[in-house]
């Protein structure tokens, strides 16, 4: 991460961390480490794709990077795993409230009803070799198969980039039905005056959901089922006069996902669903602590019409 350093990075995270995570988990915490330090190295570990063993070797060598954290010693990586397994979606979820709220907060147009992107995106599970897959492939043997993989559904501001809301499960599955969870969760941080989507969450009731529940304009492609089949409602008119330069737009959350694996990280790893679910949570996290420290770098000039 050539960008942002790994100072700014530490003291930016410290700061969301506690404003959502107390000191301590109870009176009878030991004291050696706050909640808030413990939750921004593991942001810090997404950030530069470190693992446990990793994470206690960077800061023992790191003394400024101690001094930012405020830490007295460093943390062994058994003290990051179990704080990974006790940390809760919820807590994740609070803390990239909080980033929404500085980015949206710190910019001119944070008032505005924010143009939303929902997608997914897969993750892979572990540091497996692809150079070592392609030698079993060369030397006449199967590639490794992978049955499952992690995906990752996002919300995102079009506009300012980064995350407003975000679910993690074990893939291959049809995310239709993911949307309204995800867009009414993003609905908590901004108001929402656009929500485009691909045709994986094309449906009669999403569309419903968004124009009635939250009173947004919808642009679905119309593209499930045959096209001899009669459809009704907005999906009709999705298929007979679709909104084209409205979702040229929805690109841009390709360019997310392309930064946030260039720039950060393209895995989730863990041996368990749970801990995967949680370092693709903290993936999201970590992007908008990026983006929070170069808010200015990501302002783009738009020449699209405001009003939907």
Not at 33 to 61: G, N
Not at 83 to 95: N, S
Not at 156 to 182: E, I, K, M, T
Not at 213 to 242: D, H, Y
Request: hydrophobic share 40%.
């Amino acid at each position: 991460m050539a960008e942002v350093g790994l100072l700014p990075f530490a003291r930016i995270a410290l700061q969301v961390t506690r404003a959502v995570l107390p000191r301590y988990r109870s009176r009878f915490s030991k004291r050696q480490f706050t909640q808030p330090q413990l939750l921004a190295i593991l942001c810090l570990m997404r950030y530069e794709d470190w693992t446990f063993r990793e994470a206690e070797v960077r800061l023992s060598e790191h003394r400024e990077l101690r001094q930012v954290l405020g830490l007295g010693s460093v943390p062994d990586f058994t003290t990051l795993y179990r704080f990974l397994q006790r940390l809760d979606d919820q807590t994740i979820d609070r803390a990239v409230g909080e980033t929404v709220r500085r980015l949206r907060g710190s910019l001119r147009h944070g008032r505005k009803r924010a143009r939303v992107a929902v997608d997914a995106t897969g993750l892979a599970q572990g540091a497996v070799s692809t150079f070592f897959v392609r030698r079993m492939h060369h030397h006449g043997q199967k590639p490794l198969p992978w049955r499952h993989w992690l995906k990752w559904v996002v919300a995102v501001d079009l506009d300012q980039q980064f995350v407003l809301s975000q679910l993690a499960r074990r893939g291959p599955w049809n995310d239709c039905a993911n949307l309204p969870a995800v867009v009414a969760a993003a609905s908590e941080q901004t108001r929402i005056g656009l929500v485009l989507a691909d045709a994986e969450f094309d449906s009669e009731r999403n569309h419903t959901y968004i124009r009635k529940r939250l009173g947004a304009q919808s642009v679905i492609p119309a593209k499930r089922g045959k096209k001899t089949w009669r459809l009704r409602g907005v999906r009709a008119e999705m298929r007979s006069a679709f909104p084209r330069r409205l979702y040229r737009r929805r690109a841009l959350i390709e360019t997310l996902f392309s930064s946030v694996k260039r720039k950060l990280s393209a895995r989730a790893p863990g041996r368990s669903l749970p801990t995967q679910m949680r370092q693709a949570l903290l993936l999201g996290l970590s992007f908008n602590l990026y983006r929070l420290k170069h808010r200015r770098l990501f302002l783009r000039m738009s020449t699209e019409p405001d009003n939907f």
